[in-house]
């Protein structure tokens, strides 16, 4: 059964940095395309940022310079850097691993992430 289990969500300050991770089992990971979406309260789930089987990343505008995804398919695990965090940021994070090919899409159960001062 796959399994995706988020970590790093938290309180930070406006400005700070968070560190999300993902870690799978129970799939095989190098032949997903891994991603992050978030959803704020009242808000629909949206995508923050992907990285492809091969290691190309693809980013939401609203993140771009600021969020950095990756991957290390060794620890079947992908991570989001997240900097200059601000208030709009905060949502619960999701990680997803997507192979349309294969039509498999799995979902974590999320970390949240609080930006306040």
């Known amino acids: 059964q796959p399994q995706l289990a988020e970590s790093g969500g938290g309180l930070v300050q406006p400005g700070g940095s968070l560190r999300l991770s993902c870690t799978s089992s129970g799939m095989l990971f190098s032949i997903y395309a891994m991603g992050w979406y978030r959803q704020a309260p009242g808000q629909e789930r949206e995508l923050v940022a992907q990285?492809?089987?091969?290691?190309?990343?693809n980013y939401a505008d609203f993140v771009k310079g600021r969020f950095a995804i990756s991957r290390d398919d060794a620890k079947k695990t992908v991570f989001l850097q997240m900097n200059n965090l601000n208030p709009d940021d905060t949502a619960v994070y999701y990680c997803?691993?997507?192979?349309?090919?294969?039509?498999?899409?799995?979902w974590g159960q999320g970390t949240r992430v609080t930006v306040s001062s």
């Open positions: 990285i492809s089987y091969d290691g190309k990343p």
């Open positions: 997803n691993a997507e192979n349309k090919g294969l039509a498999l899409n799995h």
